[in-house]
Structure formats: structure tokens, C-alpha cells
């Protein structure tokens, strides 16, 4: 644990390298005012925490840079998700208000909100459908030996699958068809309603249905080395890797995995916040935000958690 001192100037550390990217100086802290202590002592302590591996110095002469465990801190030291300001509130009020669609399109724009609310790469892991029940089954009757068949699940997904018919039927027959299939089908899931196709044989891989992804490209912003930047748009392709992490962040009670915390090499110089999104009370996807170990933590936290909500809620509400 950290005095009270020390923790105040390891804030302020992080703070500063997070809004400039640049090495953060005692006499730079001292004039900042963020903390009422004198250069030498702000050194002092700088050294310390420096010792105690909460803070690098990248050159002998430079000032000191957080390091993941000083990160670690400062996230932890965050009170919970604050508000958004106004601008982003109205911005994410204006778009569920016009929000409506297939579950997939959603998804795929709400990760482009989250990207522009943070600017920074977003993900959103899709609901889960052999969770969700069948809340409503329609007919469309295409052709005469051809009909659309609609199911509308919990989660506020669209299944949609064509069918031919070995005879031309009316109108009729497709509205009383349909009709029993409603009634039969009716709060179950789609593994009870149907019969089960070959799985994969991995669990995670038959369980996770899309990974949508907004702004990659800003990837490309975040990092000086091309490589990094290769290393990290080529995971972001691999979608069973992608929702796995978010999955894991979750389970392991985090709302944010810093660097080495997230578990996977191409990401060491990156940090991920996750948080649930929920349809009937329960845990239906995930979205998260993945950008440089020197992201802006408050308004990250804050924007995936006012997205998860207003997610939950619109899905919720059909």
C-alpha cells in the first residue's frame, strides 16, 4: 500500500503521461500544482515508486513513465464509472433513439459508437442464440411453394431461414402454420426448438456467434511501431480469440486488463475495458474498448459502461 503522498504523485504522474505522452518531470509536477509539495520531495517520492516498480525512467536524464503495475493503481483508484460529458451523452442518447433493426446491424454500429465515443479500436461480442428463447414465429409466404420464415429470439435477434415446400399452399395454410409453430416453439431455445447441426467440437467456437469491430484503423494512431500495429490488427481478425479475452476479462471479475493482464503477447502494449450487455436479466454479450496501455481510463470506463447500458435497455425493450 501506498501513503498518501506517494499515491497523490503517482496519480498525477499518470495523469500528465496520459494527456501529453511525454516523460513526466518533478519540477513539471511541481508547477502543474497537482501536488503541494516541493520538487525535491516529489523527486524523493518519484524514486521510491520508481523502486517499488510502479514508475520507469526511460532515459537517465528523462522523467518518469508509468509502468503496468502503476497503471494497475491508478485504474484501481478510479472511482466507479463517472458520467460521460454532455456532448458524448447526447451523442449516445441520439443514437439509440434512432436505433432499430436487425440485432446484428445494431451491434455493428454500436461498436462504431463506441469507437467514436473513445476513439480508440471497439468490440462487441454478439448474444449468445442458443441461449435465447423464441419469443414470436412468422410465415412470409414468398411464392407459392416458397416461404420466409421469421423467428424473433429474446435477445432481440432475427433468425431468418427460406423454405420450400413440396406443394404450392395458400395463404391460409401459411397463417395456420405459422400460428402452430408459435404455440409450439414459444419460449423455447433453438437448441430444444430444432434439431442440433454438427458442432465444431469446441465449445467456446459453437457458443460465440459474431465479433464486430469499429474503427481498426485508429489502431494505426495508437502506436509508433508498424509492428505492434500488425501484431494487433492480425489478432483482431481471429474473432474466437477476440470474444475469448473479452469473455476472460469478465470472468475474472476485471472491467479492465492492463498490458501482460490481458494474457496475450500482441496485446502487452495495450489495454482492454469490458463490460456486460444484458437481455432478460442475464448476460447476453459483451463490448470493450482496446487501445494503448496510455488511454484515458476515466472517459474509457465511463463510455462502455453508458453503452452497456443503454444496449441492455434497447434490446430489452425490443
Known amino acids: 500500500m ?8 503517482l496519480r498525477a504522474i499518470v495523469a500528465e503521461y496520459i494527456d501529453t505522452a511525454l516523460p513526466v518531470g518533478s519540477g513539471h509536477l511541481a508547477r502543474s500544482g497537482g501536488v503541494d509539495v516541493s520538487p525535491a520531495t516529489i523527486r524523493n517520492e518519484m524514486a521510491a515508486l520508481e523502486r517499488d516498480g510502479y514508475l520507469a525512467q526511460p532515459h537517465t536524464s528523462a522523467g518518469r513513465v508509468p509502468t503496468e503495475k502503476g497503471y494497475r493503481f491508478y485504474v484501481d483508484s478510479l472511482d466507479a464509472p463517472g458520467p460521460l460529458d454532455p456532448s458524448r451523452r447526447q451523442q449516445v442518447k441520439q443514437f439509440f433513439a434512432r436505433a432499430h433493426g436487425e440485432i446484428e446491424h445494431m451491434l455493428n454500429e454500436t461498436s462504431r459508437l463506441l469507437s467514436d465515443l ?3 479500436t471497439a468490440v462487441v461480442v454478439g448474444p449468445y442464440h442458443d441461449r435465447a428463447t423464441v419469443r414470436s414465429v412468422q410465415l412470409v409466404s414468398l411464392t407459392g411453394r416458397v416461404v420466409l420464415m421469421v423467428v424473433v429470439l429474446s435477445d432481440g435477434a432475427v433468425e431468418k431461414r427460406t423454405l420450400e415446400l413440396r406443394s404450392e399452399i395458400g395463404e391460409e395454410r ?14 423455447l431455445t433453438l437448441l430444444t426448438a430444432s434439431t442440433p447441426g454438427p458442432g465444431t467440437g469446441d ?3 459453437d457458443d460465440v456467434d459474431q465479433v464486430f469491430v469499429g474503427g481498426a484503423a485508429r489502431m494505426a494512431r495508437s502506436f509508433d511501431a508498424v509492428q505492434t500495429v500488425r501484431r494487433v490488427l492480425e489478432l483482431l481478425e481471429q474473432q474466437l480469440v477476440v470474444a475469448s479475452l473479452l469473455h476472460d476479462v469478465l470472468d475474472r471479475g476485471l472491467s479492465v486488463a492492463i498490458g ?4 496475450l503477447e500482441p496485446l502487452s502494449e495495450c489495454s482492454i475495458v469490458v463490460a456486460p450487455y444484458e437481455t432478460d436479466g442475464s448476460r447476453a454479450g459483451t463490448i470493450g474498448i482496446l487501445g494503448p496501455t496510455r488511454m484515458n481510463y ?3 470506463l465511463a463510455a462502455v459502461a453508458t453503452v452497456s447500458t443503454r444496449l441492455s435497455q434497447t434490446l430489452r425493450e425490443g
Not at 2 to 9: E, H, N, Q, S, Y
Not at 175 to 186: I, K, N, Q
Not at 260 to 263: A, D, H, P, S
Open 118 to 120: 473513445t476513439d480508440h
Open 203 to 205: 465449445a467456446v467456437t
Open 174 to 187: 401459411v397463417a395456420a402454420a405459422a400460428a402452430h409453430l408459435g404455440r409450439r416453439l414459444m419460449g
Open 298 to 300: 476515466g472517459q474509457a
Open 260 to 263: 501482460t493482464e490481458t494474457g
Open 2 to 9: 501506498l501513503d498518501d503522498r506517494k499515491a497523490a504523485i
